[in-house]
């Protein structure tokens, strides 16, 4: 069994930048694969970024060169780092480990572990 649980969310302006958390617990984190997705209200969920047991990264190109995800395998944790946000970019934000395989997947499907989800909402 594995828990993610994610915090830094909340309300920014425009511009402005966040930096979300995920903290992993139950399971040899550094093998896992951790993404974080993203859901708009009233629109499906859709994948932002993740990131392999050794560093490697693919971002979403709606946030390639504004968000940077990155992982501390002695704290058990991934980030998120979020700048120069817009207000496109308010959703509820999850965490996710994929457990199965060490190659990112942009399909939610494929990853086993949730978080509850983070708020972020950029105003305008």
């Known amino acids: 069994q594995v828990q993610l649980v994610e915090s830094g969310g909340g309300l920014v302006q425009a511009g402005g930048s966040l930096r979300l958390s995920c903290a992993a617990s139950?399971?040899?984190?550094?093998?896992?694969?951790m993404a974080w997705f993203r859901q708009a209200a009233g629109k499906e969920r859709e994948f932002v970024a993740a990131?392999?047991?050794?560093?490697?990264?693919y971002h979403a190109d709606s946030v390639k060169g504004r968000f940077t995800i990155s992982r501390d395998n002695a704290q058990n944790t991934v980030h998120l780092q979020m700048n120069s946000l817009k207000p496109e970019d308010t959703a509820v934000y999850y965490c996710?480990?994929?457990?199965?395989?060490?190659?990112?997947?942009?399909?939610?499907?494929?990853?086993?572990?949730w978080g509850q989800g983070t708020q972020v909402t950029v105003s305008s």
């Open positions: 996710a480990a994929d457990l199965n395989t060490h190659s990112i997947y942009t399909g939610g499907a494929q990853y086993d572990y």
């Open positions: 990131i392999t047991w050794s560093g490697a990264t």
């Open positions: 139950g399971r040899t984190f550094s093998r896992f694969v």
